[in-house]
Structures are given as structure tokens and as C-alpha cells.
């Protein structure tokens, strides 16, 4: 079975940094592209950040280059979102996502609030 | 590629059949998803490639289009398909998501 576990969010200040993990199992991770995706306090969707299977390929939103950055380990079937200088803005559910199409899986997501 | 979605909301009855419209602006061939999102839930895949249902979605879903322009559709609206509905595509990256259409019952 396909499974997506993310972890690391929590209440963080304005101006202070969290790394999210996702841990992935059930699949041959290393064939597939992830994302994440984060959701705001009663609004859209949103891709944050995307990168290909085997890392070549790495996409940032405008709304985060810069802040934040997206990486993974093949060998720990694990990807991994670098987050700094947090705004209040960035407060969300980060959802970590496998590929797109007929092969996407979403985890439950972890919760960010970024407040004072 | 910006995705707009109409309508932002839809009222409708049990029983009605329901269309929501995804339009890309510009084209993107078939690559298209379409997600049910339940209130404090995890959205789900409905739909991928613009026309195939996603394993274990009621046959009541469809999915229609191509190119720039996109439906999806349920044909007897139930009781339990009250959600936020979102196309995405992925023909180039950024995969946008478009606003997101919400839907209750009348």
C-alpha cells in the first residue's frame, strides 16, 4: 500500500525556519516525482515545489523561491522541504504528493502556523 | 498556464446533473486531474488524463476535454458528493490547480 507520512510542521515565529519530511513506502520511490502542496486556512490549493525522480529537475513557486527548498534521498525513500524566513502567509497544510496523473497519492498533510 | 474554473459555487439538488468548466489558458492537451476535496479532508483523484475515472470513483463522474477547455460532470447528484472540486494540470511545470469550484446541496 501506498503511504505518504509527513512530519516536522508546528508553530514556528515569523522569521524562523522547519524542515518537513515525508516518508514514503509501499512504492519504488525513486521512480517517481513529488511535490508539495499546501493548502491555506480556508482557500486553494497551492504547488509550492516539484522535483523530478532522480533530482535533476527542481521547481519553486515565485511565492517561496528563495525561502524555501525542496530535496529527497532515493536511499531513505524520503522527501524533504526546507522552510526559512517564515511568514505569516506561509501558514497552511503542506501536503507531500507523488507524481500527478494516475499516480498521484497525497499524505494527510502537516499543519504550519507561522505566528508570533 | 492559469486555470479558471467556473462556476466559484454551485447550489443543486439531489438527483441534478452538475457541470463544472476548467479552462487553461493556454493548451495542454489531455493532462488534466480532477480533485474532490471534503471538508478537513485530503483531496482525492477523481480524474486523470481529462477522461478516466480514478480506481474506485462512481460511475457517476465523467471528465470531458481537451486542449484548453474541460468538464467535469456528475450525472445524479448524491448527498455525499457536497465538496470543493479542483482541476490541475501537469503538461508543463508549474502544475497549477485551478480556484476550486465549491458544491452544496440545495
Known amino acids: 500500500e501506498v503511504q505518504l507520512v509527513e512530519s516536522g510542521g508546528g508553530l514556528v515565529q515569523p522569521g524562523g525556519s522547519l524542515r518537513l519530511s515525508c516518508a514514503a513506502s509501499g512504492f519504488t520511490f525513486s521512480t517517481f516525482s513529488m511535490n508539495w502542496v499546501r493548502q491555506a486556512p480556508g482557500m486553494g490549493l497551492e504547488l509550492v515545489a516539484y522535483i523530478s525522480s532522480s533530482g535533476a529537475t527542481i521547481y519553486h513557486a515565485d511565492s517561496v523561491k528563495g525561502r524555501f527548498t525542496i530535496s529527497r534521498d532515493n536511499a531513505k525513500n524520503s522527501l524533504y522541504l526546507q522552510m526559512k524566513s517564515l511568514r505569516a502567509e506561509d501558514t497552511a497544510v503542506y501536503y507531500c504528493?507523488?507524481?500527478?496523473?494516475?499516480?498521484?497519492?497525497w499524505g494527510q498533510g502537516t499543519l504550519v502556523t507561522v505566528s508570533s | 498556464i492559469q486555470m479558471a474554473q467556473s462556476p466559484s459555487s454551485l447550489s443543486a439538488s439531489v438527483g441534478d446533473r452538475v457541470t463544472i468548466t476548467c479552462q487553461a489558458s493556454q493548451d495542454i492537451n489531455k493532462y488534466l486531474n480532477w480533485y474532490q476535496q471534503k471538508p478537513g479532508k485530503v483531496p482525492k483523484l477523481l480524474i486523470y488524463?481529462?477522461?478516466n475515472l480514478a480506481t474506485g470513483v462512481p460511475s457517476r463522474f465523467s471528465g470531458g476535454g481537451y486542449g484548453t477547455e474541460f468538464t467535469l460532470s456528475i450525472s445524479s447528484l448524491q448527498p455525499e458528493d457536497i465538496a470543493t472540486y479542483y482541476c490541475q494540470h501537469y503538461d508543463h511545470l508549474p502544475y497549477d490547480f485551478g480556484p476550486g469550484t465549491k458544491l452544496d446541496i440545495k
Open positions: 488524463d481529462a477522461s
Open positions: 504528493v507523488r507524481d500527478y496523473g494516475i499516480n498521484s497519492r
